[in-house]
């Protein structure tokens, strides 16, 4: 009897399927490598880029770009959050790569890896801890007092609105590879028949508007938008990349017009007022930092595969740009030599009277004043401005 064409076939593919299963085992000594450099390299570009900024702003030769960028920067937990993404996302590249490098074919790393050696890179590069849900019983007073996280809050899903936590959407992600690429990563993409304009084109157009063509408003003043800031700065902070050079290739993100993670910068149109025309330079523009399980690496943590973006901050009106909104935080501005669950205050200067905030004790990244100045500065007035 002639065994059929599709038995035949089928037996075929699982064949090549178990061999390519045994040839593309990669172990564990190959995933904790993946791991190690992935951390070594983000962890310089880190150092680097924090260095490279500061020195910058102490030389006084700081770009409008390096002000925002620092004001954009996670800090504490934060930037806790912000590193074990990047560690994880940087050691699945390494792995597809080289895993490309060795079987000279187009691999997906996540399709190599099992369920366990997943699990052991999201424990080794902490994202496991931040999207598991925290005991709430272990929590002080939990039955009485709010946390400064917002952990907890809502028992039922106990990181709802907690600060460093992925934003939740109104309407669905739309990137450009149903990944994580932006719209405008590949240039040459078409929508609804049209390429999409330069984003300093558009910009350029909104501003040419003159002063004549602006009709101010009869009833409401500039004090509804400082209102409405104020709220934001309750409620939202998207932080920026920490790192100011490419994970994949080394390239400075200020020096290049190349796109490569996190640098995506802004094309200049031709005839720009600025600029001029035929313009080689970019601006500097650095993507929000990533959140852990969204992306990329979404599906490992039964996420959607949607790359989403980290809010440093809680999705409550509790006045976290004064009280903080991490423990740490909390605590360096609590006056905590009484159990009256004060502020912390100056005690060397007052404004007629009324408190002052206290001096910061720490190395700060001051924008505005030389170093030597740096003992003068307010703790809490970076929480102020960043929105913190």
């Known amino acids: 009897m002639t065994p059929s064409p599709w038995l035949l076939a089928l037996g075929l593919y699982l064949t090549l399927s178990s061999q390519i299963s ?73 792995i597809q790569e080289r895993a490309h490098h060795a079987h000279k074919r187009s691999l997906n790393a996540t399709d190599l890896l099992t369920a366990d050696e997943l699990s052991t890179i999201a424990r080794l590069t902490g994202c496991a801890a931040r999207v598991q849900p925290p005991s709430c019983r272990t929590t002080p007073l939990i039955n009485k007092y709010r946390t400064a996280t917002s952990v907890c809050n809502n028992r039922k899903n106990p990181r709802l609105g907690a600060s460093n936590t992925p934003f939740t959407r109104w309407l669905p992600a739309q990137y450009e590879d149903g990944v994580s690429q932006p719209k405008g990563w590949d240039r040459s993409r078409l929508y609804n028949g049209f390429l999409l304009p330069l984003v300093r084109e558009v910009s350029n157009r909104i501003l040419s508007t003159p ?59 031709d005839g720009d007022p600025r600029f001029g ?30 790359r989403e973006q980290i809010n440093s901050l809680t999705a409550f009106l509790d006045v976290g740009q004064v009280y903080g909104s991490e423990d740490a935080q909390a605590r360096d501005l609590r006056n905590l030599t009484n159990d009256e669950g ?47």
């Open 22 to 94: 045994a040839e593309e085992s990669l172990g564990r000594p190959f995933i904790l490598s993946a791991v190690e450099d992935a951390k070594r390299m983000v962890d310089e570009a880190y150092k680097y880029s924090r260095e490279e900024s500061l020195a910058r702003v102490q030389k006084r030769s700081a770009s409008a770009s390096d002000v925002l960028r620092l004001l954009k920067q996670p800090a504490r937990d934060t930037r806790s959050a912000v590193r074990a993404a990047d560690y994880m996302e940087n050691t699945l590249r390494l």
């Open 211 to 269: 002063n004549e063509g602006i009709e101010s408003d009869r009833n409401y003043t500039h004090l509804v938008t400082l209102f409405g800031q104020w709220n934001d700065h309750d409620l939202t902070f998207t932080p920026t990349s920490p790192s100011i050079r490419s994970f994949s290739n080394g390239i400075n993100c200020d020096d290049s017009c190349e796109q490569a993670d996190p640098c995506f910068p802004i094309r200049i149109p």
């Open 277 to 306: 025309s035929n313009s080689d330079q970019c601006i500097p523009l650095f993507r929000s930092a990533p959140a852990c399980g969204t992306g990329n690496t979404g599906h490992i943590f039964g996420a959607n595969n949607v």
């Open 342 to 388: 004060l502020l912390r205050i100056n005690q060397r200067f007052t404004d007629n009277g009324r408190e002052l905030l206290p001096f910061s004790t720490m190395p700060v990244n001051n924008m505005c004043h030389p170093p030597e100045d740096h003992q003068h500065l307010w703790l809490g007035r970076g929480a102020l401005l960043r929105g913190r």
